[in-house]
């Protein structure tokens, strides 16, 4: 008898993964562009969870935050301008196993993107939505965006960007079924790694608003807010997102918030004095799609077969 000797077989040990396993291609982000902080936690929580590289896919749309996908290694999609939320959609609709870290802009997402926005805020597909919102167009050089404040010299409004911009959270709180709704800024990396794991550790669609440095062409716009911090309210909660004693000391308004309060959230949202970070809200129970989808998954041809002639038999005459 001829077989394999599986008792003497090599068994490979547990792979364990270190930063380095997580780093793509050189990030091409200007100097302390905030992306590069981003790229950072994703990587740290990656390894802090162990998710093996093959295991994690990125997806992005158009814009300087879209570059996200080269820069980690693992699976990655760089689409069409606004259609990140799609695509992401349609791999977490096959393939449940994976991880699915979406990178997109207040340009990709907000303008272009805004109906596969609310639609996949609905749909609660489990992801993590990164929104960089650095309130311009900065890959195409300097044009107002969705997000640029009033006043805000471009090239596209030279005297200042004309309409008050977009509130990104008051609309995804507004949508049906959204399940969990964040925000962080990318200059506080240890906020921001809470946010992002926060967000990445709940089962549906986790969207993450982060206020996000653009040096280049939006430097006054988050100036005042990192200079001084005391227009920043930090949500606080045990269900919330977990406050580092040096992120306490750094912010001193502070609110105890339930995350499960939706009207409080959007009332958060509107508040233009304050800019609040942390958990806005979060609905563990929002039906998830992916659930939906899920159906079928793994069957074999013959079950396919078998499935496709019971459905038919209902139409025979
Ligand atoms: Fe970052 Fe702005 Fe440079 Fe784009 S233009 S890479 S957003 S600093």
């Known amino acids: 008898m001829f077989g394999l000797l599986t008792d003497s077989a090599f068994e490979a040990s547990d792979r364990y993964f270190t930063l380095e396993n997580y780093e793509g291609g050189v990030a091409r982000w200007c100097p302390s562009c905030g992306d590069h902080a981003v790229l950072s936690a994703v990587q740290r929580i990656c ?13 992005s749309g158009i814009g300087c935050s879209s570059r996200f996908p080269h820069y980690i290694h693992a699976y990655g999609f760089h689409g069409l301008h606004g259609r990140a939320l799609p695509v992401a959609s349609g ?66 409004h030279p005297r200042g960007a004309w309409l008050p911009p977009l509130n990104i959270l008051q609309t995804t709180l507004g949508m049906t079924n959204a399940s969990f709704v964040a925000r962080t800024l990318d200059w ?15 089962k549906g669609l986790s969207f993450v ?35 580092d004693d040096a992120v306490g000391r750094m912010y001193k308004n502070q609110l105890e918030h339930d995350p499960s309060d939706i009207n409080e959230a959007r009332a958060l949202a509107e508040n233009a004095d ?39 038999d209902r139409f025979a005459i």
């Not at 390894?47 to 997806?59: G, H, L, M, N, S």
């Not at 506080?188 to 709940?202: F, P």
């Not at 006054?220 to 990192?226: A, I, M, N, S, T």
């Open 274 to 312: 304050r800019v609040a970070v942390g958990l806005f809200y979060h609905n563990p129970k929002a039906p998830q799609y992916d659930e939906y989808t899920a159906q079928g998954l793994g069957w074999s041809a013959e079950d396919k077969i078998q499935a496709l002639e019971k459905e038919l």
């Open 188 to 202: 506080n990396a240890l906020h921001l790694y809470q946010t992002l794991k926060a967000a990445h550790a709940h």
């Open 47 to 59: 390894r802090d969870e162990q998710i093996p590289t093959e295991k994690i896919v990125a997806v």
């Open 91 to 156: 791999i977490r609709a096959r393939r449940p196993d994976l991880h699915i870290w979406v990178a997109t802009g207040d340009g990709d997402c907000c303008s272009i993107g805004a109906g596969h926005w609310l639609h996949a805020v609905r749909y609660n597909m489990n992801m993590t939505v990164m929104l960089f919102d650095n309130a311009v167009y900065g890959l195409t050089k300097n044009q107002t965006s969705p997000t640029s404040p009033v006043g805000l010299s471009t090239n596209t």
């Open 209 to 243: 608003h982060i206020l996000q440095r653009c040096p280049t062409y939006t430097a006054d716009v988050f100036g005042e807010l990192q200079k001084t911090p005391d227009r920043i309210l930090l949500l606080k909660h045990e269900r919330g997102v977990r406050v």
